[in-house]
């Protein structure tokens, strides 16, 4: 394979140009970087174009931006996730799971597919929620904080269970035995990520001086390289390498490595994935979207977004109800926890070359990640005014809302 340098830094402009206008535009650069590759790419205008070698980049830097969220997400606060973030996690995966598969099923579609876009219709973008929630200042609202734990459980639910359906994929026919072999696989890699996390890990970073005698870059090889591997653990096992990567990451916390030790690594591996690796990826999925399905497909694009959204609104704030915060709460944590994002576009790219989906359902998760991405900070910043003028917004340091403590403080 021999590497077009000059397609190589085509690519890599495109994508900085276009993270760069989408965050100047308040909306995080992987929308920007996808648009670049609609715009400038076949889609549109034709003038980049996919080769081998940016593709193999594009595939390095999602294995290692799964790495990178794996690290981000520390397994305590999975554990500690409140009542409130799972019911929210649970309301706002399965209804507009059910809502969109079924549509798909409706209307012609296999069920393989149609579970494709339901579970993808279901995912929450971790990172996109921690953005928005800096920039409209809501971190120390109980809102944000039911939002963060929702999307931790969301996002890890739908990785596993997108591994799985891509298992299935690749079995080709199903029957009782297969299935079983696929759960028997599955299940062989959990018990060895559990084992490496538990016992093997643990002694090589606490118990020898393997891994304190490595400087700053050695440490960083090291975590990629056992990023890597877990990635291929995962691939024999009959799932994709994603959820190595991200399992890997969830092992490489501040509980292992030591809280300063721990945010060191996250930014070198960072700067790797997201800062160069990634966008490759995001660009090349824009290559392979059909512009045309908006036309052909009009009326079931809009409802696949349309579905998605309001089960996503509403299925959180039905199952939120159950703490007793009041339906309106759970209104604005379905709002804000309706993005997409990246965990979509990265199993969508990778059901379309599997062949699970076709082009057509691949521009539909598409469009549905851009347009969904896009609204959160409207509905969002709408749904917290909302609160904020009923006295409902609730700051988890004040024992009152946040309406409440600004009428005392005026007073």
Known sequence: MELNLLNVLSVVLAAYAGGLLARKAGYPMVLGEILAGIVLGPPLLGLLAPDEGVLLLGQLGILFMMLYIGMELEPEELRKASWGGLLAAVGGFIVPMTLCTGLMLLVGFGWLPALFVGVAAGVTSLATKSRILAELDLFHTRIAHVMMAGALVADTVSLVIFAALLGFASAGELDALSIAGIAGKALAFFAFAWVVGRFILPFVVRRTSLYQRLDAGGRFIAAAAFGLVMAEAAHLAGMHGILGAFV??????????????????????????????????????????????????????????????????????????????????GVAIGAGMNGRGAVEIIVAQIGLAMGVIDATVFSILVFMALATTATVPVLLGWATKWLRSRGELVDVRAPQPLAAVAHTQST
């Open 248 to 329: 890997a990451g969830l092992m490489l916390n501040s509980d292992m490595l030591g809280r300063e030790e721990a945010k060191a690594l996250e930014k070198r591996i960072n700067n790797l994935s997201l800062g160069f690796l990634a966008p490759f990826f995001f660009v090349t999925a824009g290559f392979a979207v059909d512009l045309s399905v908006l036309a052909s497909h009009t009326g079931l694009v809009l409802a696949v977004i349309a579905l998605g959204t309001l089960g996503k609104i509403f299925g959180t704030a039905a199952f939120y109800s159950a703490t007793g915060h009041g339906w309106r709460e």
